[in-house]
């Protein structure tokens, strides 16, 4: 008679498992270089935070907010498109970040080849003009938030910002670059100086990367 009483608690457990191996869980994105490769750009200390504990916990929060909701089984960018709140912000924080790690690189810098710098070129008639704009805007985030080089539907290019964890996917747009304007970027190396922060960033952009975005 036993038996029959477990039966349906094996069953139930079973059940939760098959769910629970089918849930869409995240992985924190591999850093693409070691944590010192950066260096003196930006240090080692400051990418072991910045992505280890930073990025780490937007993920694990994203897993731990997303169980039982209808964005369980939801790709990142749909979540993105269609949450908002603590949801919203743990997945944007995710892709945000996931773009930013990887377009900087200990081979980048330089300039842009190729079609992305025709068409940085014919919009702000130089690349020095465009690190200028691009500098000007991040600077004038207040507080947390996001510079970005994006295009738009039919292409054209702009530089604009957004608050804490807002990103362009929100308006579609596509993004090429991103910098992360976020005290935690930049505070252990920097201090307040966000712009000597911006100045040094542009001899670590993977420009090869930001090429394939555009
Ligand atoms: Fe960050």
Same mark, same amino acid.
């Given at each position: 008679?036993?038996?029959?009483?477990?039966?349906?608690?094996?069953?139930?457990?079973?059940?939760?498992?098959?769910?629970?191996?089918?849930?869409?869980?995240?992985?924190?994105?591999?850093?693409?270089?070691?944590?010192?490769?950066?260096?003196?750009?930006?240090?080692?200390?400051?990418?072991?935070?910045?992505? =280890? !504990?930073?990025?780490?916990?937007?993920?694990? &929060?994203?897993? #731990?907010?997303?169980?039982?909701?209808?964005?369980?089984? *939801?790709?990142?960018?749909?979540?993105?498109?269609?949450?908002?709140?603590?949801?919203?912000?743990?997945?944007?924080?995710?892709?945000?970040?996931?773009?930013?790690?990887?377009?900087?690189?200990?081979?980048?810098?330089?300039?842009?080849?190729?079609?992305?710098?025709?068409?940085?070129?014919?919009?702000?008639?130089?690349?020095?003009?465009?690190?200028?704009?691009?500098?000007?805007?991040?600077?004038?985030?207040?507080?947390?938030?996001?510079?970005?080089?994006?295009?738009?539907?039919? =292409? !054209?290019?702009?530089?604009?910002?957004?608050? &804490?964890?807002? #990103?362009?996917?929100?308006?579609?747009?596509?993004?090429? *670059?991103?910098?992360?304007?976020?005290?935690?970027?930049?505070?252990?190396?920097?201090?307040?100086?966000?712009?000597?922060?911006?100045?040094?960033?542009?001899?670590?952009?993977?420009?090869?990367?930001?090429?394939?975005?555009?």
């Amino acid at each position: 008679m036993k038996k029959i009483y477990y039966l349906p608690i094996v069953v139930l457990l079973l059940v939760m498992s098959i769910k629970n191996a089918d849930a869409r869980a995240f992985d924190l994105p591999a850093l693409p270089y070691a944590a010192n490769a950066l260096e003196p750009v930006i240090s080692e200390q400051t990418i072991q935070l910045h992505h =280890g !504990k930073h990025l780490r916990a937007y993920v694990t &929060n994203l897993n #731990n907010l997303i169980v039982g909701t209808k964005f369980e089984n *939801l790709s990142l960018e749909e979540i993105i498109k269609q949450s908002d709140g603590a949801i919203f912000n743990n997945a944007a924080q995710l892709w945000n970040h996931t773009l930013y790690f990887a377009l900087l690189s200990p081979k980048g810098g330089g300039e842009p080849k190729g079609k992305l710098a025709d068409a940085i070129q014919s919009t702000w008639g130089s690349f020095e003009n465009f690190k200028k704009d691009f500098n000007a805007l991040a600077v004038a985030q207040f507080g947390s938030g996001w510079a970005w080089l994006v295009k738009d539907a039919s =292409g !054209k290019l702009s530089i604009v910002k957004t608050n &804490n964890a807002d #990103n362009p996917l929100t308006k579609g747009l596509t993004a090429i *670059l991103a910098v992360d304007v976020w005290e935690h970027a930049y505070y252990l190396d920097y201090q307040n100086r966000r712009p000597d922060y911006l100045s040094e960033l542009w001899k670590i952009i993977n420009w090869d990367e930001a090429s394939k975005r555009y």
